[in-house]
């Protein structure tokens, strides 16, 4: 029998992404005036048009991850602004070095110096964040945050690779 089990993680809007989006509205405000100052007869779609590179600027900021377990394979992909999907990582359980908690004692010195970590997580402090590190060729972390429910399936096809306490 297939197991399968998905979770999608909405990725919080950090200090920086709101600064952004600030910035790209007080850019649109600020060129949509000068515009209509200097350029009056095409000032009109010119502003339609900054106004929509505006709102596709800052849309691009909604990120979604989702996690799908299908036996012992993992997927997760990246959902942007509900719209466009990617996929960032596909792996087999049996490739994994180790995988469990970030605030485990898994999570030694040499993984956590790792200089290949793709973080797809939604940046909670209070999120159960686990990570899974690869050595194939080169030494790479993920950080994601699954379920009770991913984590049981994974171990059941590697019990030696995922440490659940």
Request: hydrophobic letters at 45%; glycine letters at 2%.
């Amino acid at each position: 029998m297939d197991m399968f089990i998905e979770k999608i993680v909405k990725r919080k809007k950090s200090a920086a992404d709101i600064l952004l989006i600030a910035l790209i509205i007080l850019v649109c405000v600020v060129a949509s005036y000068f515009l209509f100052l200097y350029i009056p007869t095409f000032s009109s779609l010119f502003v339609v048009l900054l106004i929509y590179a505006g709102y596709y600027l800052i849309s691009i900021r909604n990120v979604e991850f989702e996690y799908a377990v299908t036996n012992g394979d993992i997927d997760i992909d990246t959902i942007i602004n509900q719209r466009k999907r990617k996929r960032l990582f596909s792996g087999n359980v049996k490739d994994f070095e180790v995988m469990a908690r970030v605030k485990s004692d898994k999570y030694t010195t040499h993984i956590r110096e790792c200089k290949n970590v793709k973080d797809f997580t939604s940046h909670d402090e209070k999120a159960d964040v686990w990570f899974i590190y690869l050595n194939q060729g080169e030494p790479s972390v993920i950080l994601f945050e699954p379920d009770s429910k991913m984590v049981d399936t994974l171990f059941t096809f590697a019990p030696r690779v995922v440490h659940r306490n």
